[in-house]
């Protein structure tokens, strides 16, 4: 589902402020992998997460999403393919329009657009039961404006946005890190059944490692642009924090103390 085949990146390239992000990164994520992605500040998360969105194009290697090449398509083009949520709870949503109004928007994307924009009562019916798996209470007040509500509830509504049409792929960057703990826990809840029940593809990087190992099938840990760690399975399952701490002192040869973030 997801092929990316030594992709390398160097910001502020012939600059002494030159500092290369990705280094010759490979990574292959077959359809339903959910794959949690660790590592310390300037690990690289994030830079391959927006290497994959098309943010910014490397400097070589190759991106394969569903088996189409994307290298060559723009942000705005491999958004077809994808499903994102941002750390900022601001980001995603109109702030200004109601949850109907927002759902509706993301499930029309893609679609051809009238000059007709109500939402029909079939659209409503759904929108209704979607929200209410949630169990936020938020199908009765689905014409409350996005901007109204708590940073929990928002990215509820951006994760329900994200896969409404299935994307190919769900990049979830940090997207519970500026939520306390208890709320996080609930998005958290709310992703994995999503990911779940639609059987979606999905990279999601975060701080936390306990965190990453409880959620999805398989764990990679980055340091200084290069995967140095790719565990899945029952191995995964019987992860620790501790051995996490332990395995990137092993392979990076740094302290792990101000390089993973516990939370």
Do not use: C
């Amino acid at each position: 589902m997801l092929e990316v085949r030594g992709i390398s990146k160097t910001f502020n390239a012939g600059t002494i402020n030159a500092k290369k992000a990705l280094d010759q990164v490979s990574l292959t994520l077959n359809e339903g992998d959910f794959v949690t992605v660790i590592g310390g500040n300037g690990a690289g998360k994030s830079t391959l997460l927006n290497a994959v969105a098309g943010v910014f194009n490397v400097d070589e290697g190759q991106i394969m999403i569903d088996g189409v090449e994307v290298n060559r398509l723009s942000e705005h083009k491999r958004a077809k393919f994808l499903g994102r949520v941002f750390q900022d709870p601001m980001n995603g949503t109109a702030a200004t329009m109601g949850i109907d109004e927002n759902l509706a928007l993301a499930y029309r994307r893609g679609k051809s657009r009238t000059l007709r924009w109500g939402i029909q009562a079939k659209e409503h019916k759904l929108y209704r039961e979607m929200l209410k798996e949630l169990g936020l209470g938020l199908e009765d007040r689905m014409t409350t404006r996005v901007g109204l509500l708590s940073g929990g509830q928002r990215q509820a509504i951006t994760l329900l946005m994200a896969t409404l049409q299935r994307p190919k792929l769900l990049l979830l960057d940090e997207h519970t890190a500026a939520l306390d703990p208890k709320t996080a826990a609930k998005v958290l809840e709310i992703t994995q059944k999503i990911v779940e029940r639609d059987h979606l593809t999905t990279l999601m990087i975060t701080h936390n490692m306990a965190n990453a190992i409880e959620y999805g099938n398989r764990l990679i840990m980055m340091h200084e642009g290069k995967i140095i760690f790719d565990v899945s399975g029952e191995e995964k399952k019987g992860l620790q924090v501790e051995d996490l701490l332990h395995k990137f002192t092993e392979l990076s040869g740094d302290s792990a103390s101000d390089r993973m973030l516990l939370s």
